[in-house]
Nanobody, 126 residues
Framework: QVQLVESGGGTAHPGGSLKLACTTS????????IGWFRQAPGKEREAVSC???????YYTDSVKGRFTISRDNTKNTVYLQMNNLRPEDTAVYFC????????????????????WGQGTQVTVSS
């Protein structure tokens, strides 16, 4: 069953910003590394970012310098701040919890995650 819930998606112009949030009432997100993935129509699911239990961030090359992942443990929420958006960022964005044990080399591998949310749509268009 769906355990994580994403929010914050919407429509932005190129160069604009959106802030996504991932939360759950089922468990403490600080107990897992949390990843953000995205899937565009006709494309395979792609890892975007991950934050470890020690708050170390990881990003795919295409979003480095534009996106920032963070935790707010008091809100049991993981955020993805998306700046300088590009049309190619258009996709459904999902968050998921890493199954563990966590290794840096596999942060981007979708099969290592569970508790997927249902996704939030991000559209970047002029």
């Amino acid at each position: 069953q769906v355990q994580l819930v994403e929010s914050g998606g919407g429509t932005a112009h190129p160069g604009g910003s959106l802030k996504l949030a991932c939360t759950t009432s089922a468990f403490n997100l600080r107990e897992r590394a949390i990843g953000w993935f995205r899937q565009a129509p006709g494309k395979e699911r792609e890892a975007v970012s991950c934050i470890s239990k020690n708050d170390n961030p990881y990003y795919t090359d295409s979003v480095k310098g534009r996106f920032t992942i963070s935790r707010d443990n008091t809100k049991n929420t993981v955020y993805l701040q998306m700046n300088n958006l590009r049309p190619e960022d258009t996709a459904v964005y999902f968050c998921a919890a890493h199954k563990g044990p966590f290794y840096v080399i596999d942060w981007y591998e979708a099969p290592k995650y569970d508790s997927w949310g249902q996704g939030t749509q991000v559209t970047v268009s002029s």
